[in-house]
């Protein structure tokens, strides 16, 4: 009789300790948000680890997860784009380019960030970091890593690289006449955004603007801008650059500027890891500056990548928790040192320390103060393709340099109109 | 009865074709692009009539059909060599039939990359090769002359095993007593091939012609990942003008308004095509009746 009571006792305890759990779990799983973002595959790879920490840190209460999405930058804004289009983003977040955010804006698609990030988180950003996250008034972005146009040179062919254009030309012709190199000079000259990036740096470099936001003035078709895309037909012209230049993307320059054949190539701060690996017959004799040009006109194509939250979003607050720890200091210097991410806070590139470490720091940072945003406008992807069809045609001698810029002068005024963002 | 059983079909090509084809002609005729927060908003026939004026539709129009053209006329050619020698029966004919489907499994885009470092100029084989014999560099991605034939090129290596399938399977349905009864009259090879072979396969050729056609018309991941439409835009497809419009510049109207008329435009090239093969090659009946002469 009184087993039967123990047992019915211990019983009832465990259906206690059964429900208590139960209710707990499933308090427990409402309390857990689920915050997915999605990222180009070689950032979702970066993050991992960071990932990871954060979920550990946030156990019980969010869990990060990142959608691998495709390797290449145009093929991942078609993914996104798809399934924006489709009303309710499966995302609560998305890592994006520089160049998609005013379209995205002007579409809708994002939560405006201002509440979140105030003036202090901004201004302890670095210069250039600071640009391309807003649209309209609006914070949209906030900045993962800095990415900006670099002119890499070969510290073995010369002490000091070249400052103007006609610098980069002569030393280029003097190696290739001592059979120092096959190429002077590589870049990316494939009918492609990439070309709108090196064109940028020469307009600005020559003095001139491409485009001005305020006035939506155009400056294609003026002196600098002709002299820029003279200059770049010139380089193929005088075989400073190969012929094969006018398909050339990033992959193919980093390959020429990576086995030894050219002293000069226009790239990304990416390449920059690539060419410290074993495989690369230049590593140890690469320096980094920034974009030939007219005295203190020096311009780097601005190229950043920053975490938005899409409309619509159930879970807001968890994504800007999420996008505040993938862009803090202790993140940055993980990305910077494991892979190469060039920093978005200003902290991390005074790390006395990690300058000791990493001296290659110093020059990102210089690079990102003379940072330039391609033209903030919906209609950006319209005028860059115009851009780049001329450029192309100019390249390949199908059209001259001044009729070229002509045509696309007028081109871009028509998408402006046409758009009623000019009369 | 048969109509209920052909339901559950009907259902299926209504959603997948007649709904979206009546979705862009709608669009065609609407202003629904990011200036316009992506709501459509009717324009008459604004689109249709920058379409007319659009030079740059125009010059993509005519690569697009030098393209289609040059390419499915090749494969067709090819495919036909291919497909009779497949048909014969020799050692090794099985595995060659099995090797000869590889390009063809192989994922577009995959194999437009793999071209893109076999073009490429210093660093791929072809370079290589053009240098040996003496040719020198050749520039084949880089030069508006050249690199349309290269896509070409890519895109025939890529389905002429395609088009040899379908031909090998026409051939297989034509009796060999034919062929015997050609041979016991004291025909040669070359009457076998004009008189019995050519005619019989005409549904198979025409078949495969107008898979091709409709398939090469619309060329899209070979070329955005071989040229992007470069250089000069000497590459660019109606495809990809349509794409760029509706992902990149999210101009939904105009980007309906080049896939309608492309559809149309399609429509009456397999028309023609389809007549034309009429008229090239005569039909089973008249032959026989040559034969017989």
Request: with cysteine; proline share 5%.
């Amino acid at each position: 009789m009184k087993q039967s009571t123990f047992i019915k006792k211990i019983l009832a305890s465990l259906f206690a300790v059964l429900i208590c759990s139960a209710v707990f779990g499933l308090v427990r799983a409402r309390t857990i948000e689920s915050v997915t973002f999605l990222m180009a595959a070689p950032f979702a790879d970066a993050t991992r680890d960071l990932v990871k920490q954060f979920n550990q840190e946030h156990r019980g209460e969010i869990n990060l997860q990142v959608v691998r999405g495709p390797l290449e930058t145009e093929a991942m804004s078609d993914l996104a784009i798809s399934s924006l289009l489709l009303g309710k983003a499966p995302f609560d977040g998305l890592l994006m380019d520089v160049t998609w955010l005013p379209k995205y804006a002007a579409a809708g698609w994002m939560e405006p960030l201002e509440d979140f990030f105030n003036e202090k988180d901004v201004d302890a950003l670095a210069i250039g970091a600071r640009e391309g996250n807003s649209y309209d008034g609006h914070l949209y972005r906030w900045p993962l890593t800095a990415d900006m146009g670099l002119l890499y040179y070969r510290t073995d062919l010369m002490e000091q690289p070249p400052a103007t254009p006609e610098e980069l030309v002569l030393v280029s012709q003097s190696l290739q006449k001592d059979r120092k190199v096959d190429w002077g000079y590589v870049w990316q000259g494939r009918q492609y955004e990439g070309l709108s990036c090196v064109y940028l740096e020469m307009i600005d470099g020559f003095g001139g603007d491409w485009l001005q936001p305020n006035n939506n003035h155009i400056g294609l078709d003026l002196d600098p801008g002709v002299q820029a895309a003279a200059w770049l037909q010139e380089l193929i012209d005088q075989g400073v650059s190969p012929n094969a230049v006018t398909n050339y993307a990033e992959p193919e320059a980093l390959q020429s500027f990576k086995v030894g054949d050219a002293a000069f190539m226009r790239n990304w701060p990416y390449a920059w890891t690539e060419l410290q690996k074993s495989d690369s017959a230049v590593k140890g004799n690469v320096g980094i500056t920034t974009m030939v040009a007219r005295p203190g006109h020096s311009t780097a194509t601005l190229g950043s990548w920053g975490l938005t939250v899409l409309k619509g979003s159930a879970h807001v607050n968890a994504s800007i928790e999420a996008i505040r720890f993938l862009t803090n200091e202790s993140s940055q210097k993980q990305l910077f040192l494991k892979h190469g991410y060039t920093p978005t806070q200003q902290s991390v590139f005074d790390d006395p320390q990690l300058l000791q470490d990493k001296p290659i720091l110093a020059e990102f940072g210089q690079a990102l103060k003379v940072v330039k945003a391609r033209p903030e406008t919906p209609l950006y992807a319209q005028i860059s393709d115009v851009l780049t069809r001329q450029l192309s045609s100019i390249l390949t001698r199908e059209t001259t340099p001044k009729d070229g810029m002509n045509v696309a002068t007028s081109h871009t005024n028509q998408i402006l109109i046409s758009a009623g963002e000019k009369l | 009865m048969t109509v209920f059983l052909l339901l559950p079909s009907l259902l299926f090509l209504l959603v997948v074709f007649v709904g979206p084809l009546f979705r862009y002609a709608w669009l065609s005729f609407h202003a629904d692009s990011v200036m316009t927060g992506l709501i459509a908003i009717p324009n008459g026939g604004a689109n249709w009539l920058r379409l007319v004026q659009d030079q740059r539709y125009w010059q993509d129009l005519g690569q697009t059909l030098r393209f289609a053209g040059v390419s499915v006329g090749l494969e067709l050619f090819l495919a036909l060599i291919i497909a009779l020698l497949l048909d014969q029966r020799w050692r090794g004919r099985d595995l060659v039939r099995t090797l000869a489907l590889i390009p063809w499994a192989l994922p577009t885009t995959v194999m437009a990359l793999g071209w893109r470092w076999i073009f490429n100029t210093p660093y791929g084989p072809i370079d290589y090769f053009t240098n040996l014999v003496g040719i020198g560099s050749l520039n084949i991605l880089g030069d508006p002359n050249l690199t349309w034939m290269a896509t070409v090129w890519a895109d025939v290596w890529k389905t002429t095993p395609f088009a040899a399938l379908i031909l090998l399977a026409g051939l297989q349905t034509i009796p060999v007593d034919l062929y015997e009864a050609v041979r016991l009259e004291g025909g040669n090879p070359l009457i076998c091939l004009r008189r019995i072979t050519l005619p019989l396969l005409r549904p198979y050729i025409l078949l495969a012609l107008l898979f091709r056609l409709a398939q090469a018309f619309g060329v899209f991941d070979l070329i955005q990942v071989l040229t992007g439409g470069g250089p000069a835009s000497s590459t660019e497809s109606v495809a990809l003008y349509a794409y760029w419009n509706a992902l990149r510049f999210l101009d939904f109207g105009y980007s309906s308004t080049i896939i309608m008329a492309s559809f149309l435009l399609i429509s009456v090239i397999c028309l023609i095509a389809w007549i034309g093969l009429q008229i090239l090659i005569p039909t089973h009946s008249e032959s026989r009746g040559v034969i017989k002469s």
